[in-house]
């Protein structure tokens, strides 16, 4: 039971190329939601998802697109990075209880 | 503005000392979430406050709730070097959505 992973660790882009990034969970979790932190602003919520096929805007969506195209996995795109996209990016799932699991991170430089 | 406020920002003690960190808001919550983040990790839940006046011990750290359910509090008696980390308080946005976040306190325990 590996609870949630995400990969890559770290990556580097230049301006206006683009990734995804994955977070993958076992738990058979319904909700996923994928965060950034930043110094200075706490961790704020990008995009979220119920369910398998459906997702949801957050608080800090621009720039940023979603695909939860199975259960387990949920991906966070950035189709033309910019340099305010750096951040540590982090996903979570929970189950129906309010117990979010987090993975460990990946941290993005966009230069 | 931000929805809820932590404090201190920082916080430096010596071992066995004892320390409280507080997070306020002008809002009423139904539940609070307390987490610990270690450096290179996602944070961890400790605790969920749900009733206003609700105080929680785990180990040597002690949550409370305030009776209002506005604001919350972590005391941590006889603090310890494995206390190290930054604490965040959090409070559902509502129904499926994620968590907001307070910006955290970080703290550091001196041998």
């Known amino acids: 039971n590996a609870g949630v992973t995400q990969t890559p660790k770290f990556r580097v882009l230049k301006t206006g190329q683009s990734m995804t990034l994955l977070c993958a969970q076992d738990m058979n979790h319904e909700y996923m939601y994928w965060y950034r932190q930043d110094p200075g602003m706490g961790l704020r919520l990008i995009h979220y998802?119920?369910?398998?096929?459906?997702?949801a805007k957050g608080e800090v969506p621009d720039g940023y697109n979603v695909s939860r195209l199975k259960k387990q996995n949920f991906l966070l795109g950035l189709e033309s990075a910019a340099p305010s996209q750096t951040s540590v990016y982090f996903c979570?799932?929970?189950?129906?209880?309010?117990?979010?699991?987090f993975g460990p991170g990946t941290r993005l430089t966009v230069l | 503005t931000q929805l809820l406020e932590q404090s201190p920002q920082f916080l430096s003690i010596q071992e066995g000392e004892n320390l409280t960190v507080y997070c306020n808001s002008s809002s009423v919550f139904s539940s609070l979430q307390w987490y610990r983040q270690e450096p290179g990790e996602g944070p961890v839940l400790l605790v969920t406050?749900?009733?206003?006046?609700e105080v929680k011990k785990l180990k040597r750290l002690t949550f409370q709730f305030g009776d209002a359910r506005k604001d919350s509090s972590l005391h941590i008696t006889a603090a310890q070097p494995g206390d190290t980390g930054l604490y965040l308080c959090a409070v559902f946005r509502g129904g499926a959505d994620g968590l907001t976040f307070g910006k955290g306190t970080h703290l550091i325990i001196q041998p």
């Open positions: 998802s119920v369910g398998e096929g459906t997702t």
């Open positions: 979570a799932s929970r189950p129906s209880t309010d117990t979010q699991y």
């Open positions: 406050v749900v009733t206003g006046g």
